[in-house]
């Protein structure tokens, strides 16, 4: 059995990098019915691609796990740093795999052998970005709601996590696609972020987050952002911190 599912593992992400690959080749054809016929065969590897990997799902198999090597965990963590600064930088549409790699130091081959495309690649930060959210709604010794909110607003790291969170709506809105992947990992943040409301206004971990308590975290969360956009623009970061830091009392004060 374990051969098996190794097997079918295997074959899984061997044919995703061939569709990945094969849809890259597209940009190059020249004649306008090869690209039509192209596209039809693509259209019909990810779908053979799918097939597969529920197939793999059914055998209790993860088609995306794989065993990589301290180097190759090392390449992908470095290509993932990579494309949190150039995305923050650039936006998704305005970056490139080129703009990745030479930010990473790697070859395009590189970003293509771990992703297989910019869409994954961004679409794998975006789960990093709503995990981090998910972590920062966990109770840190020392530190409250209100520092967690207001405090961090101006900083160079705030900054760059609400650009790359704005990059993440925008992408779901431009690409209607893609929303049914990442609308579950929007309200998986955005529950961890009600209950560190929650707990902060009751004190009690058990109770699901009430409407009145959602709707203080999405007001303390249009602040932060705000804030975090507005702070490098400002003379002084820290009117924006001051600005943040009473209007977050305010909200937790209702």
Known sequence: MAAENDDVRSASRALRDAA???????????????????????DELRQATKDLNDAAVRLGVDPTETRRS??????????LDAA???????????????????AAGYTKGAVYANFGSKEELFLELAKELTGLDAAFAQPVPGEDVRTAFGAHAASDESVRGTLLGLELYLYAIRHAEARADLSPLVVQAYDGLAALVHRAQSGDDGLQPTRRERDTMLGLVAVHTFGAVLA????DPDDARGAVTRLVDRLLAD
Do not use: C, I, M
Request: charged share 25%.
């Open 232 to 235: 490098p623009l400002l003379p």
């Open 20 to 42: 990945a690959a094969f849809s890259r080749a597209l940009g190059q054809t020249v004649a306008e019915a090869s690209v039509v016929a192209g596209r039809e065969l693509a």
């Open 84 to 102: 949190r600064r150039v995305f923050a930088e650039k936006g998704y549409e305005g970056a490139s795999v080129g703009d990745v790699a030479a």
């Open 70 to 79: 301290p180097k190759a965990e090392r390449t992908r963590a470095d290509l």
